[in-house]
């Protein structure tokens, strides 16, 4: 199960910086406080 998680913590990664544009080192510096999970699952950040 370990590997399993791996690999979905690294696309989850990847379609972060795809679906929002970011460039690689900026997920970095997302703080938990800094994002809000809808009811439906989908983050959303505050700026």
């Known amino acids: 199960m ?3 998680l791996v690999d979905r ?3 989850a990664l ?3 910086l ?3 544009g970011c ?5 970095a510096w997302v ?4 994002v809000d ?3 439906q699952g ?4 505050a700026g």
């Open 2 to 4: 370990g590997r399993e």
């Open 9 to 11: 913590q690294d696309a």
């Open 14 to 16: 990847i379609r972060l």
């Open 18 to 20: 795809i679906d929002t």
């Open 23 to 27: 460039r690689r080192a900026e997920p």
């Open 31 to 34: 703080r938990l406080a800094d």
């Open 37 to 39: 999970v809808t009811e």
């Open 42 to 45: 989908s983050p959303s950040s």
